[in-house]
Nanobody, 121 residues
Framework: QVQLVESGGGLVQPGGSLRLSCTAS????????VAWYRQPPGEERELVAE???????NYLHSVQGRFTISTDNAKYMLYLQMNSLKPEDTAVYYC???????????????WGQGTQVTVSS
């Protein structure tokens, strides 16, 4: 079984920075696709950033130039560097990954439990 566990959320002032981390543990052979989503209070979950199967990165328009998604494939870690944070970035952030389980081509797709990010003065 695979688990995704996020960390790094918290309270930050507008203009500040945070780095979210997501660790994949268990029967992990590698990342296939990874993404960060967020769910603001009272709103639906939305895609913030992703790295696709072919290595392309895509970002929500409102975070373009401020957020950066990256991975450390040797450590099975996923990151979201968030700079110039705004109050509207306040949300629960979730990592999402398609994980390879081995050379047989089997995969696992799942979510982390979420981490709260609050941007407020």
């Amino acid at each position: 079984q695979v688990q995704l566990v996020e960390s790094g959320g918290g309270l930050v002032q507008p203009g500040g920075s945070l780095r979210l981390s997501c660790t994949a543990s268990g029967r992990v052979f590698g990342f296939v696709e990874v993404a960060w989503y967020r769910q603001p209070p009272g709103e639906e979950r939305e895609l913030v950033a992703e790295i696709t199967t072919d290595g392309r990165t895509n970002y929500l328009h409102s975070v373009q130039g401020r957020f950066t998604i990256s991975t450390d494939n040797a450590k099975y870690m996923l990151y979201l560097q968030m700079n110039s944070l705004k109050p509207e970035d306040t949300a629960v952030y979730y990592c999402n990954a398609v994980v390879s389980l081995g050379a047989d081509g089997s995969t696992w797709h799942g979510w982390g439990q979420g981490t709260q990010v609050t941007v407020s003065s």
